[in-house]
């Protein structure tokens, strides 16, 4: 119990709060006076012991399960509960399912005698997920999404609907089959959640086991890294790196005004002729671009999102004009927020607007909504930089209509805080989009984030 107090503690202070080490001690020797028997006592315990302010209230309230077990649902022997004649119907029901799917059939045995999944199954699956890679909670949902597909459960729902139409042909009763429905529903939930608990305990372990080690540059942070407080002093120094990205902005544009001669191309183009005689060149003119933002807005991207939508209207004497739109399910476009508001205040509506919740990333989707009811956003002076990590949840990924706005707008543009090692790997489509961009920008910090947008600002 000791070990397991000491990552809790580590956990809570990497995701920034201040547990001194006397709060430890005194949370060690509460636990010794209180036991761990009562579960509510001995959360209470530590929770007066280790939690100073009430905003840190959640980040505890997330933690403990993790590390000290969540009161999982109990599974039902389905079997147990039936008549002897019913049992021998099931039995017969699961000998004919067909198919190739042994697998899934060996997944809906253990569903119906309520058997949770053993260790070393949760170890399997969790390597086959790649989840000892895992670097944030943030990404908790994605790796439970692999593990339910890699044990089977996203296509098992077909398997039962499957058993109960062949119950049915058997003879058994509307109101056997009805309960046993509800029954195998439940074991599945349990099943859910058992693997929910394995993938955060895993991450929060792993993120207690490097710690709350910071660079000294908050800049260099990772986005899925941040820590509450980090993001409202990164928020601050947005503004100060917005100031001087416009200021290198503004020198670039006078440098490009008509007129100015420009000496390199001069020299260049005299070449031809051995320098005689002198051709004057003159620097182009440089037009400020159009933008269109698309920024997935999904729990795993949010801050990257907000960010760059913060950027990018702090520097608006450098556009002509920027329409934007986030998405998460399907499209949606808050243009009109940043016209009446100041960046902060805008933003601050969006994600209000515009919470995580159960729904899923659907780019295609939203690729759709774009090109069928915002067309006219989109024109050969428009540059397009799509924000996100190309992950679709398996939906159709709309390429051609990704490759169709490459080719009716002047740039398109992808910025992705995922390394390109991962690109292709589970849901993401990342590898096919990148095909019909002009360029893929790393930004998983606000360095390389802010790079990005002057690089794409700068050019001609």
């Known amino acids: 119990m000791d070990a397991r107090l000491i990552e809790f503690i580590r956990a809570l202070r990497a995701s920034g709060l201040r547990v001194s080490l006397a709060e430890s001690q005194d949370a060690g020797e509460a636990l010794e006076a209180v036991g761990v028997a009562q579960r509510e006592r001995f959360r209470a315990a530590l929770r007066s012991t280790l939690v100073k302010e009430a905003r840190d209230q959640p980040v505890f309230d997330y933690f403990f399960p993790l590390f000290f077990g969540s009161g999982q649902p109990l599974m039902s022997d389905i079997p147990a509960d039936m008549t002897e004649e019913q049992r021998d119907v099931l039995r017969e029901a699961l000998m004919s399912l067909a198919g190739d799917a042994a697998a899934l059939r060996d997944l809906l045995r253990q569903l119906l005698e309520g058997q949770r999944f053993s260790e070393s199954q949760l170890q399997q699956l969790g390597e086959q997920s790649s989840l000892a890679e895992g670097e944030s909670l943030t990404q908790r949902r994605w790796y439970e999404r692999r593990m339910r597909r890699a044990a089977g459960l996203t296509e098992l729902e077909q398997l039962i609907q499957e058993l109960?139409?062949?119950?049915?042909?058997?003879?058994?009763?509307?109101?056997?089959?009805?309960?046993?429905?509800?029954?195998?529903?439940?074991?599945?939930?349990?099943?859910?959640e058992q693997l929910s608990q394995h993938v955060g305990s895993n991450l929060a372990q792993q993120m207690a086991a490097r710690g709350p080690e910071r660079p000294g540059d908050l800049q260099e942070v990772p986005f899925n890294r941040l820590r509450h407080s980090e993001v409202e002093a990164l928020r601050e120094e947005l503004q100060r790196l917005a100031a001087r990205l416009r200021t290198r902005a503004a020198l670039r544009q006078q440098q490009y005004r008509a007129g100015n001669p420009d000496p390199r191309r001069t020299l260049r183009a005299s070449l031809r002729n051995g320098g005689l005689p002198l051709e004057i060149r003159h620097r182009q003119r440089r037009r400020k671009p159009a933008l269109l933002l698309l920024c997935d807005l999904s729990t795993s991207m949010r801050h990257c999102a907000g960010f760059l939508l913060m950027l990018v209207y702090q520097?608006?004497?450098?556009?002509?004009?920027?329409?934007?739109?986030?998405?998460?399910?399907?499209?949606?476009?808050?243009?009109?927020?940043?016209?009446?508001?100041?960046?902060?205040?805008?933003?601050?509506?969006?994600?209000?607007?515009?919470?995580?919740?159960?729904?899923?990333?659907?780019?295609?989707?939203?690729?759709?909504?774009?090109?069928?009811?915002?067309?006219?956003?989109?024109?050969?002076?428009?540059?397009?930089?799509?924000?996100?990590?190309?992950?679709?949840?398996?939906?159709?990924?709309?390429?051609?209509?990704?490759?169709?706005?490459?080719?009716?707008?002047?740039?398109?543009?992808?910025?992705?805080?995922?390394?390109?090692?991962?690109?292709?790997?589970?849901d993401s489509d990342m590898t096919e989009y990148a095909r019909h961009a002009d360029g893929v920008y790393p930004v998983r910090t606000l360095r390389e984030l802010a790079g990005a947008v002057e690089e794409i600002l700068a050019a001609r």
């Open 164 to 192: 109960l139409q062949m119950l049915e042909a058997m003879g058994m009763g509307e109101e056997a089959r009805r309960q046993l429905h509800e029954m195998l529903q439940q074991n599945v939930g349990a099943l859910n």
């Open 315 to 426: 520097l608006q004497d450098q556009v002509t004009r920027t329409s934007s739109f986030i998405f998460i399910d399907d499209l949606v476009e808050i243009s009109d927020h940043f016209a009446s508001r100041e960046p902060r205040d805008a933003l601050l509506r969006v994600m209000r607007e515009n919470p995580p919740g159960h729904y899923n990333t659907d780019l295609g989707r939203s690729l759709t909504t774009l090109c069928e009811r915002h067309a006219d956003c989109i024109d050969p002076r428009t540059t397009l930089i799509i924000l996100g990590d190309g992950r679709n949840n398996f939906n159709d990924p709309r390429l051609d209509l990704a490759q169709h706005l490459q080719r009716r707008s002047h740039r398109l543009f992808w910025f992705n805080p995922e390394p390109d090692n991962t690109w292709g790997s589970g």
